[in-house]
């Protein structure tokens, strides 16, 4: 009787000690949600037939020098914050008349102060620009940025403007600064 007691006690103790660990790594594995600091956000806007979609982080300017700074000139960018902005689109396009096939892609800029690079890179899904392969790259288009002083874009933002029945501008827009570029669809 005196063993089976002993045995009991461990084996009450073992079972004890278990489910405590059971608990206490499924507490510490729960994670903690956490207020994202650059919000994600999607635009979309269907354009002729053809669903023309935006997935981003949105950064604040926050009183830092934006462009040359923060973002500096002359690498590539993510054009937002956290992971890659993604862009995505159901049929093919013509993005300021170059052909792009249909389907979802990284959009990375390599900003300068006179001309933009966009890039349409066929790696979607990335953490930032880290991982960049221009290897990868679909389509880079160069593009004029535009200033505009009577207008502040605390938040980066895009911004899909229809502007016929098969053409859309969407808009890089942040701080002073719009960074606009041409979509384009057939509609037969």
């Given at each position: 009787m005196k063993h089976f007691a002993k045995t009991?006690?461990?084996?009450?103790?073992?079972l004890a000690i278990l489910l405590i660990g059971i608990i206490s790594v499924d507490g510490y594995s729960q994670k903690k949600e956490e207020v994202r600091i650059s919000p994600k956000a999607t635009v979309m806007q269907t354009v002729g037939f053809t669903d023309v979609t935006i997935v981003y982080s949105r950064p604040g300017v926050k009183g830092r020098t934006i462009w040359g700074g923060?973002?500096?000139?002359?690498?590539?960018?993510?054009?937002?914050?956290?992971e890659a902005t993604?862009?995505?689109?159901n049929?093919?396009?013509?993005?300021?008349?170059?052909?792009?096939?249909?389907?979802?892609?990284?959009?990375?800029?390599i900003p300068t102060?006179?001309?933009?690079t966009i890039i349409f890179n066929?790696?979607?899904?990335?953490?930032?620009?880290?991982?960049?392969?221009?290897?990868?790259?679909?389509?880079?288009?160069?593009?004029?940025?535009?200033?505009?002083n009577s207008c502040w874009q605390e938040w980066l933002a895009y911004t899909i403007t229809k502007t016929s029945d098969n053409?859309?501008?969407?808009?890089?827009?942040?701080?002073?600064?719009k960074v606009p570029f041409t979509v384009e669809v057939e509609i037969n």
């Open positions: 009991f006690s461990l084996s009450t103790l073992l923060l973002v500096p000139y002359n690498a590539v960018w993510r054009a937002g914050a956290n993604k862009i995505t689109f049929t093919d396009v013509k993005i300021n008349g170059k052909k792009l096939k249909a389907g979802s892609y990284g959009f990375f800029t102060k006179d001309k933009w066929k790696v979607a899904d990335q953490w930032g620009a880290f991982e960049y392969n221009d290897a990868e790259d679909v389509l880079r288009v160069e593009v004029a940025p535009e200033t505009d053409t859309a501008v969407v808009r890089l827009e942040w701080e002073k600064l």
